[in-house]
């Protein structure tokens, strides 16, 4: 049985609102399961809207995922009730704040992995988490269902980049983010023109005539659709996709090897290479942007 010492600590690493930990105990090779009690007293009632007091009509328990503690996983059992509306006397399930509804992961869960597909791809982000490709594309278009319902508000920035589904084969999420605040503010499922272009529309005129600047990589139909709906915002070339195509084409050259008195003549006409290709890559985009 868990001290209350050791229950106090999870729950202050947790950082759950009304919720209290009530034990836990550890799977060798598997890892934390923490129990949950949900302390909430009142709730807002999706049939009736008032915020009232409930009776609970059943249990239900549920095990989530949440983010890792070192090295071991960490999953949460908590008990998403179905509960009665003292005032419509309605049967509905409570909203744990902390995980969407029909899911197996926590928000914070997901946010994490989101921010690991945008400097990977889902195939290997899949592979390092135990998860299949299927979970993250879901936890992809569950955001991309959120971000739609909204709005950007403010924004002066664009950048416009990308998820590989796999890397290497043309496979592609588009991904908005808002530069100044450093927060997606779009996702579209397919990396095509008319997509693009029809998201963007759907934003507004007050949206995108504010917009200064759009950070663009190298697929050229960004261009055209930043010249089309924003021709007033400068268009920047993101220097880490033009320096990924270098780091890019230098790795699928075969590797040589040279006797030890030519390897620092090598290495210098190398370096001297590379920096010619990154020049020509930089005057090749501003013609580009030109």
Known sequence: MASNVELYLIEQFLKLKEIKVIDYRIIEDIGIFVSLKNTKK?????????????????????TVRDLPFGEQQVYLKVNRRLLRCNSCQKKFSEDLGFVRKRRRYTKRFVKNIIEEVLHSDIKNVAKRNELSEQEIETMLKDLGQDLVKEKPVNLNKLGIDEIAVV????????????????????????????????????????????????????????????????????????????????????????????PPSLARTKQMQLEEKLKEKRKRLKINQKKRLS
Request: proline share 4%; aromatic share 8%; with cysteine.
């Open 42 to 62: 009142r709730t807002i009632c999706p049939r009736c809207g008032k915020t009232t007091e409930f009776s609970l009509h059943q249990n239900n328990f549920i």
């Open 167 to 258: 890397k290497g084969q043309k496979n592609y999420y588009v991904v908005l983010v808002d530069l100044e605040k450093r927060k997606i503010i779009g996702l579209i499922e397919k990396r095509r023109t008319k997509e693009i272009l029809e998201y963007l529309e759907a934003w507004g005129e007050g949206v995108l005539s504010q917009i200064k600047e759009v950070s663009i990589d190298l697929w050229k139909s960004y261009k055209s659709i930043a010249k089309k709906l924003m021709p007033q915002a400068k268009i920047v070339a993101d220097r880490f996709h033009i320096m990924k195509q270098v780091n890019d084409e230098l790795a699928d050259a075969p590797p040589r090897r040279f």
